[in-house]
Nanobody, 122 residues
Framework: QLQLVESGGGLVQPGGSLRLSCVAS????????IGWFRQAPGKEREEIAC????????TYADSVKGRFTMTRDNAERTVYLAMNSLKPEDTAVYYC???????????????WGKGTLVTVSS
């Protein structure tokens, strides 16, 4: 059973930066697709970044492209989401999710963390 734990959220001013981490327990991540998702109050959950099991680089939603960078360190069983130029509309609970041997990320992935809250406000 894979467990995911996110950290790094908090309150940041517009234009600021944060780096989120997602640590996986007990398994290596080499064969997993891993994604970052977020859900803002009153809105549907949104996939924002994904590194699939067959790719070394991430794909991004248009809403975060050029501002967010996702990386993974399989040896450390950790994925990161570096967020720059944050905007108030980035305020949301951020989740990481994973699925073994999946070719893509999607809203029904097998394993989810509990999320970490990011608030962008002055």
């Amino acid at each position: 059973q894979l467990q995911l734990v996110e950290s790094g959220g908090g309150l940041v001013q517009p234009g600021g930066s944060l780096r989120l981490s997602c640590v996986a327990s007990r398994v290596v991540l080499d064969y997993y697709s891993i994604g970052w998702f977020r859900q803002a109050p009153g809105k549907e959950r949104e996939e924002i970044a994904c590194i699939s099991s067959t790719r070394a680089t991430a794909t991004y939603a248009d809403s975060v492209k050029g501002r967010f960078t996702m990386t993974r360190d399989n040896a450390e069983r950790t994925v990161y989401l570096a967020m720059n130029s944050l905007k108030p509309e980035d305020t949301a609970v951020y989740y990481c999710a994973a699925e073994r041997l999946s070719l893509t990320c999607h809203g029904g992935m097998d394993y989810w963390g509990k999320g970490t809250l990011v608030t962008v406000s002055s």
